[in-house]
């Protein structure tokens, strides 16, 4: 993409009224609407979704497909996409905006400070959906299954929270299958190495995006991990 095209696509998105941004990592904050300071911890549902459905965030999210086909199939939940490049989630957030789904909102932030904008229990579920592996060893830390992130999800998820992993490369699963077991608070519910080798599981696995398309293609075969989170009570 060029330089242009994304200096256009930032600059719009400051309209957008389901984008909110943190600039910030090291002193997190959220502007929204024409770079307007908003607190929303603790506060989604009353301040942007104007209602009490449960909220699911969906890690990683890249163009923001999944949030808003998760949107979609579930009027009576609310979405939150995340993802760090604000340029991709212009596509999601512009899609959600022109089909008038209110109960989608995306979050441009890194997901290592994503309990400066929720509440403890504020998030009902976790979508990981074809997530940056980072194979190196020495990014193990890096991964969105880590023990690092695991304790970042236990404290913004209610007790119980469901977390959701769908991926296609066959290490990342490995590591995320160990990495549920090595943690007391995870249980494990759900393991599908191949979910197009018989019925889907359920009808959230079927909404396409451009990445599974590719491994698809690339004839890999995509995994869906489901598993259960409790805090220390």
């Not at 504020?122 to 304790?151: M, Y």
């Not at 519910?189 to 696995?205: C, K, R, S, T, W």
Request: with cysteine.
């Amino acid at each position: 993409m060029g330089r242009k095209k994304k200096l256009l696509k930032f600059a719009e998105i400051l309209s957008f009224s389901n984008v909110y941004e943190c600039y910030n990592v090291q002193e997190p904050s959220l502007v929204g609407v024409d770079m307007q300071p908003v607190d929303l911890k603790g506060q989604w549902r009353e301040k942007h979704f104007k209602n009490d459905l449960p909220i699911t965030l969906e890690l990683a999210c890249g163009r923001g497909e999944y949030t808003v086909g998760l949107a979609r199939l579930f009027p009576d939940r609310n979405f939150i996409g995340v993802d760090v490049k604000g340029n991709r989630l212009h596509t999601g957030a512009k899609d959600a905006l022109k089909e008038g789904l209110s109960n989608v909102a995306f979050l441009r932030t890194r997901i290592e400070v994503i309990d400066h904008f929720f509440a403890p229990g504020e998030v009902d579920e976790i979508w990981i959906t074809f997530c940056d592996p980072f194979p190196r060893s020495i990014k193990e830390n890096r991964r969105l299954t880590s023990a690092f992130f695991h304790e970042k999800y236990r404290t913004i998820l209610r007790p119980g929270g469901l977390i959701h992993l769908k991926h296609d490369d066959d290490d990342f699963i490995k590591f995320s299958l160990s990495s549920i077991a090595a943690d007391p608070h995870c249980t494990l519910l759900l393991q599908n190495l191949d979910i197009y080798a018989g019925q889907l599981p359920m009808q959230e696995l079927s909404i396409p995006t451009l990445y599974e398309g590719k491994h698809l293609a690339a004839g890999k075969t995509i995994k869906y991990l489901r598993y259960r989170m409790m805090n220390d009570e």
